[in-house]
Antibody, heavy 118, light 113 residues
């Protein structure tokens, strides 16, 4: 069974950086792109970027370049997203999601809630 | 970037009714390989999104046949025949033809009338 288990709720100060994780199981981690999606309270879904753990290739939404950094550790089947220079606008739920070969997102993590507040 | 526009934003329905959600893209979603990468997701309250329909009309594993997708080019529709209580939530369309970035519609909230 494919599962994506994300790290827990985070409270951070403005200007700080945070790193959240997404641990994959039930499939070959290195064979699928892992994507990250942002959802602000009561809002829609916004694509941040993606990483291919097989070779660490990455793709980013231009809007999040310099804000998000995606990495992956194959030995633990875990993908990471680091967000820097946090502002209130970064307060949101962040999802990791696996992209299937036909270019849809077939499995999603439960989400990590980030609150940025002084 | 491809803009995805969903209507309506809110859809009050009675249980057992049929529901229809529209999604329009700012450019054709037909890929150069002939496929159309338009997908539908449902986000139930307090949960992460779940895939319902991929490539316009293909139901994902375990999705009931009361869900159906149709459309072509820039205009797409998700229909739910005989709405059940478990169908309530926010529906999102999404495109993966012209990427990056992957883009989503703003969502349609299906709620009880």
């Amino acid at each position: 069974e494919v599962q994506l288990q994300q790290s827990g709720t985070v409270l951070a100060r403005p200007g700080a950086s945070v790193k959240m994780s997404c641990k994959a199981s039930g499939y070959t981690f290195t064979s699928y792109w892992m994507h990250w999606v942002k959802q602000r309270p009561g809002q829609g879904l916004e694509w941040i970027g993606a990483i291919y753990p097989g070779n660490s290739d990455t793709s980013y939404n231009q809007k999040f370049k310099g804000k998000a950094k995606l990495t992956a550790v194959t030995s633990t089947s875990t993908a990471y997203m680091e967000l820097s220079s946090l502002t209130n606008e970064d307060s949101a739920v962040y999802y990791c999601t696996r992209k299937a070969g036909e270019d849809y997102f077939d499995y999603w993590g439960q989400g990590t809630t980030l609150t940025v507040s002084s | 970037d491809v803009v995805m526009t969903q209507t309506p934003l809110s859809l009050p329905v009675s249980l057992g009714d049929q529901a229809s959600i529209s999604c329009r893209s700012s450019q054709s979603l037909v890929h150069s390989n002939g496929n159309t990468y338009l997908h539908w997701y449902l986000q139930k309250p307090g949960q992460s999104p779940k895939l319902l329909i991929y490539k316009v009309s293909n139901r994902f594993s375990g999705v009931p046949d009361r869900f159906s997708g149709s459309g072509s080019g820039t205009d797409f529709t998700l229909k739910i025949s005989r709405v059940e209580a478990e169908d309530l939530g926010v529906y999102f369309c999404s495109q993966s033809t012209h990427v990056p970035p992957f883009t989503f519609g703003s969502g349609t909230k299906l709620e009880i009338k």
